[in-house]
């Protein structure tokens, strides 16, 4: 059974930090690209980074580069997403998602990774930025 399981959620006043964690099991880890995405209310969901567990290779969108980055532990099959300088605008419901990407390389996605259909979908963390 494939499972991804996100934590790290939390309330937290503009300008702190969270680490938001991303679990996975039941598929082979290196095969594919875990992302991140967040939807705040009545707002679109978006992607904000994924990183391709074959050769590391990592993607943001704009409105979190330099704050947020993302991570991958092989050996735990785990995720992590550290946020930096948190804004109120950052206060949405975070999921994690995995894409299988096996046969290409981690240089596929740019540009294009949040346009696909990813296989599947942990629970949402809700993160909280207060001003």
């Known amino acids: 059974e494939v499972q991804l399981q996100a934590s790290g959620g939390g309330l937290v006043q503009a300008g702190g930090s969270l680490r938001l964690s991303c679990a996975a099991s039941?598929?082979?880890?290196?095969?594919?690209?875990i992302g991140w995405f967040r939807q705040a209310p009545g707002k679109e969901r978006e992607g904000v980074s994924c990183i391709s567990n074959s050769d590391d290779l990592t993607y943001y969108t704009d409105s979190v580069k330099g704050r947020f980055t993302i991570s991958s532990d092989n050996a735990k099959n785990t995720v992590y997403l550290q946020m930096n300088s948190l804004k109120p605008e950052d206060t949405a419901v975070y999921y994690c998602?995995?894409?299988?990407?096996?046969?290409?390389?981690?240089?596929?996605?740019?540009?294009?990774?949040?346009?696909?259909?990813?296989?599947?979908w942990g629970q949402g963390t809700q993160v909280t930025v207060s001003s």
């Open positions: 998602a995995a894409l299988n990407i096996w046969g290409y390389s981690g240089s596929y996605l740019q540009g294009r990774w949040t346009d696909y259909t990813w296989n599947y």
């Open positions: 039941g598929f082979t880890f290196g095969d594919y690209a």
